[in-house]
Structure formats: structure tokens, C-alpha cells
């Protein structure tokens, strides 16, 4: 019955809000949050089905924030797709669960949110 959570953690609000616009669209849930140090304290009382986190962002980035989520137990098994318009994936931890470069293709953002976690209302809901 309830939807399922994305989590979107990125220091542009315009690019905030047209993550969650797409993916209210398709049914999803969003949370938002403009950087990882909001995200941790997000992730201490929610539990979002994804993450999707930028790399490049002021204080702690993308990459710090990802290990310092990866450091608590509870949070290891939550995916996480880190975006960039400028890092290279090759250059990124390889246990993360996607890359999307920036700016993205929504119908590939879509696509790759349903792969993760499937469909928002995909618990036997018609």
C-alpha cells in the first residue's frame, strides 16, 4: 500500500525539484536533501528505499557521504546512485548500486529507480 521512498541528496534545488517531479509522476515517494550532512541525519529516522546522491557538493561530498552512510550497519543494504556531470564512474567505489551522469535522460532515471527497487506501489497493490 505505501510507496516506495527516494531519498535525493543534491545541493542544486532546481535539480531537487525536477528529480522529485518525475519521480512523484511515476508514484514514488521523495525526500529531499541538499547535502550529505542532512542526509545522514535523514537516514537516522527514515528509510528510504534509494538514495540518489550527488558526487560534487560543498562539505562533506558525495563520496565522504556515502562512505560515512556505508559505516552504519542498518544502512548498508539501502542502494545508493551517486550523479555527477563531472566525475567519471570509474573513478567512484564500485559497491555503489548505479551511476547516472548529469545532466540525465529521465526516461534512464526512471528506468534505472524501477530496476533498483522496482515499481513505487509493487507490494500487491493493482
Same mark, same amino acid.
Given at each position: 500500500?505505501?510507496?516506495? @521512498?527516494?531519498?535525493?541528496?543534491?545541493?542544486? +534545488?532546481?535539480? =531537487? @525539484?525536477?528529480?522529485?517531479?518525475?519521480l512523484?509522476?511515476? !508514484?514514488?515517494?521523495?525526500?529531499?536533501?541538499?547535502? !550529505? =550532512?542532512?542526509? %545522514?541525519e535523514?537516514?537516522?529516522?527514515?528509510? +528510504?528505499? %534509494?538514495? %540518489?546522491?550527488?558526487?560534487?557538493? +560543498?562539505?562533506?561530498? !558525495? =563520496?565522504?557521504?556515502? &562512505?560515512?552512510? &556505508?559505516? /552504519?550497519?542498518?544502512? &548498508?543494504?539501502?542502494?545508493?546512485?551517486?550523479?555527477?556531470?563531472g566525475?567519471?564512474?570509474?573513478?567512484?567505489?564500485?559497491?555503489?548500486? !548505479?551511476?547516472?551522469?548529469? +545532466?540525465?535522460?529521465?526516461?534512464?532515471?526512471?528506468?534505472?529507480?524501477? =530496476?533498483?527497487?522496482? /515499481?513505487? /506501489?509493487?507490494?500487491?497493490?493493482?
Open positions: 500500500m505505501s510507496s516506495k @521512498t527516494v531519498l535525493v541528496v543534491d545541493d542544486e +534545488p532546481v535539480l =531537487r @525539484t525536477i528529480v522529485r517531479e518525475i512523484h509522476e511515476e !508514484g514514488y515517494a521523495v525526500i529531499e536533501a541538499a547535502d !550529505g =550532512r542532512v542526509m %545522514l535523514i537516514m537516522a529516522r527514515a528509510r +528510504p528505499d %534509494l538514495v %540518489l546522491m550527488d558526487i560534487m557538493m +560543498p562539505g562533506s561530498d !558525495g =563520496r565522504e557521504a556515502y &562512505r560515512q552512510l &556505508r559505516s /552504519h550497519p542498518e544502512h &548498508r543494504d539501502v542502494p545508493v546512485v551517486m550523479m555527477s556531470a566525475v567519471r564512474p570509474i573513478r567512484l567505489d564500485p559497491s555503489i548500486a !548505479g551511476f547516472m551522469a548529469k +545532466p540525465f535522460d529521465v526516461s534512464q532515471l526512471v528506468e534505472l529507480v524501477a =530496476r533498483l527497487i522496482g /515499481h513505487p /506501489h509493487a507490494n500487491g497493490c493493482a
